[in-house]
């Protein structure tokens, strides 16, 4: 089982990217500081396409253990074994709820998002994970 970012996420930083320098030419005018501060941000959210478009597997499961990505591209594969807890994560914030997969391996906490997950809803996912556990 392999669980990705959904596609529409790297396009709207990309998209986003483009607004901030659009909106330089629009407003900057021969201000320097501005010209650096957009093009500072365009770049920094095209490196964040960039990495979801290289890497967009987040999470990766099968009945010997798990894969997950950590730092900006690397990979770490963890089994059964080392993962001490699988747990959805609840909290509801002035009206806005949110739930994150926590993947407890002792020494790291692995988060992962509805977003990081192509939508699936975490609890769904800490299910099918429950169910490859215990299959192994």
């Known amino acids: ?6 596609p529409a996420l790297p396009v709207g930083k990309l998209v986003g990217a483009v607004a901030v320098l659009a909106l330089a030419v629009a407003f900057a005018g021969d201000d320097p500081v501005r010209w650096v501060i957009a093009g ?3 770049v920094v959210l095209a490196i964040w396409a960039a990495r979801d478009l290289i890497a967009p597997v987040r ?3 099968d009945t010997d253990g798990v894969t997950v990505l950590t730092g900006f591209l690397g990979r770490r594969r963890l089994t059964w074994s080392e993962i001490e807890r699988v747990r959805v994560d609840r909290r509801s914030h002035r009206g ?4 994150i997969l926590e993947l407890d391996a002792g020494e790291a906490l692995y988060l992962f998002t509805a977003n990081d997950l192509g939508g699936a809803p975490p609890e769904d996912v800490a299910a099918t994970l429950a169910d490859l556990r215990v299959t192994r």
């Open 1 to 6: 089982m392999q669980w990705r970012i959904r």
């Open 40 to 42: 500072a941000v365009a």
């Open 59 to 61: 999470l990766a499961a």
């Open 96 to 99: 806005l709820r949110s739930e």
